[in-house]
Structure formats: structure tokens, C-alpha cells
């Protein structure tokens, strides 16, 4: 036998062996869906320079984007939020801003309500905005972004924290009949809205 030629035994069993280093990769794509939608934002995006076969992966499951400030593998940047929603077709499964997220953002609310309305977020099952903690309630408290509505028929879990509900005629009922579970944490809801039965 030559120097460099392989045999056909040696070939499968070559095969055979990559075949079994990768287990993952030989995964239906429903399950790799499951496995990639379940991952933080960064980390699911990653998976698409696995392979080929993994490319279009992230772009096909839910989108799960859990913001995090002090774990550096779950943190991305305020700015790289808008790019990775315009890159994702959607739908979207959760979408969460922790406390200070926004700190340094002129508009939270503006900001806020921009990227609740992106189509990545289509069909959003789960909701948790935050804005400031009770210690910055000196600045007033942005509104609730009016595009949190356009969830009212899809979204499961709310928690809402930091944030000011409108007054009076301006206060559109948040109506979201397939609420599991809701968390109202430290809002400020203005005496007119108080009154309302």
C-alpha cells in the first residue's frame, strides 16, 4: 500500500468517528431549535459559525433576549440591541431589560417602546421591563411604552418594575387575557389612574 491512500475501511472508519464527535450536529433541526431558542441572545447567535448546516438555526427559532449588566457572556451593548433585532425575523419568546439597563439613556421610554416594536418581537410570550430602582425616583419615571399592547393577545408573563402608567384618558387598558403571571414592582401610577373601578 502507498504511502497516503486511504482504504475503504480506514475511510469509514474515519467517518464513523467524525460522525460520532459530533452527536449534537446529527440532531433533528426541531431540536436544535429547542436547544439553540433556549440559549442567551449571544450564545445562540454564535451557534451559526458551528457549521453550515447550523446557520440558519438561530434565525428560525423564537428569539430569547434576557439582557444582563454584570455576566459579560449574557451582556450586549444597548447599541447592539436594534442590530440584532433587525437581523432576526422573529417571532420572539422573551424579551427582558433588567434595572439600569437603560441608565445612561436619555429616553428610556422612546428607546424601550423602538424595540418593542420591532417584528423580531412578533408573537412575545415573555415581558419583563425594568427602568430605574426606588433610589433614582427623583427622575421622573418613564410611561409605560404604548407598544406593550400590540402583545395584549400572546403574552404569558409580564413583570413591570420602575416604569409610570398613564393618567386619565391617556391610560389605554392593558388588556392581556392570556397572563399567567404578572409582577408589579415599584410604579408609579398617578392618583387619576387610582380612581378608575
Known amino acids: 500500500m502507498a504511502m497516503g491512500v486511504v482504504t475503504r475501511a480506514q475511510r469509514r472508519r474515519l467517518e464513523e468517528e467524525e460522525r460520532l464527535a459530533d452527536r449534537i450536529s446529527s440532531l433533528p433541526d426541531g431540536v436544535l431549535g429547542d436547544i439553540v431558542s433556549l440559549l442567551p441572545t449571544k450564545a445562540g447567535a454564535r451557534t451559526q459559525v458551528l457549521s453550515s448546516r447550523w446557520r440558519h438555526i438561530w434565525r428560525s427559532v423564537p428569539l430569547n433576549i434576557d439582557l444582563h449588566i454584570d455576566d459579560p457572556e449574557r451582556h450586549i451593548p444597548v447599541k447592539e440591541i436594534s ?42 410570550q415573555e415581558l419583563d421591563l425594568n427602568s430605574y430602582s426606588l433610589q433614582h425616583w427623583s427622575v421622573s419615571q418613564p410611561l409605560l411604552p404604548p407598544s406593550v399592547h400590540r402583545f395584549s393577545s400572546t403574552l404569558r408573563v409580564a413583570s413591570f418594575n420602575c416604569l409610570s402608567f398613564p393618567a386619565g384618558t391617556n391610560a389605554k387598558a392593558l388588556h392581556l387575557p392570556l397572563l399567567k403571571q404578572l409582577a408589579l414592582l415599584q410604579l408609579w401610577l398617578p392618583s387619576a389612574a387610582n380612581s378608575v373601578p
Not at 442590530?83 to 431589560?97: A, E, K, Q
Open 83 to 124: 442590530r440584532v433585532l433587525s437581523v432576526h425575523p422573529g417571532p420572539g419568546r422573551r424579551f427582558s431589560i433588567p434595572r439600569g439597563y437603560l441608565h445612561w439613556i436619555d429616553d428610556r421610554a422612546a428607546t424601550m417602546d423602538g424595540w418593542l416594536r420591532s417584528p423580531a418581537l412578533e408573537n412575545l
